[in-house]
């Protein structure tokens, strides 16, 4: 019989309470282990493409890229230490806020990183209206990277 070796503690949320109680975010997020840099995802398909159109739907499918992304190294949403928003109107961004909550937990989960917000004048696809990057830390002793990897050939 093989024990498995236990994963290093999850990531630490830092909440001061010295700050407001953050909602959908935490105010930083401390961890080890190895760290993965998730460009910037819009809502494009595998032929490269902008199938999408509303803040709403282009969310959704820039998180499935994120998730895509960090799961080819291993990782899971649970992993994201930070995460950037670059939004073209961030007025629509606050008007949709409640939804896009939903939509942030159908992808994610209750996980709540570190996150920031941008209001940009465009984006490289014009299609786009949002954008997300993120970084990730794996922790020591998680899974190993997918056979054929980048990181593991």
């Known amino acids: 019989m093989t024990i498995a070796q236990p994963l290093a503690p999850p990531l630490r949320k830092i909440n001061p309470p010295e700050l407001p109680r953050p909602r959908g975010y935490s105010h930083a997020v401390a961890g080890t282990g190895t760290f993965v840099f998730v460009s910037g ?12 159109v509303g803040l ?6 820039a998180l499935r890229n994120v998730r895509t992304a960090l799961a080819e190294a291993g990782g899971a ?7 950037t928003w670059y939004v073209l109107d961030v007025d ?9 909550g939903v939509v942030y937990r ?3 989960g209750s ?3 570190a996150m920031v917000l941008v209001e940009v004048s465009g984006l490289v696809d014009p299609a786009a209206i949002v954008e997300i990057s993120a970084t990730a ?3 020591s002793g998680g899974q190993p990277l997918p056979a054929g990897s980048p990181l593991n050939p």
């Open 56 to 61: 709403l739907l282009q969310a959704r499918q």
């Open 41 to 52: 995802q819009t809502a494009t398909d595998h032929m490269g493409k902008v199938t999408t």
């Open 111 to 113: 996980h709540y990183p």
């Open 137 to 139: 830390i794996l922790p």
């Open 92 to 100: 629509h961004y606050r008007a949709r806020l409640k939804e896009l």
């Open 106 to 108: 159908e992808v994610m």
């Open 77 to 83: 949403p649970e992993h994201i230490a930070q995460m």
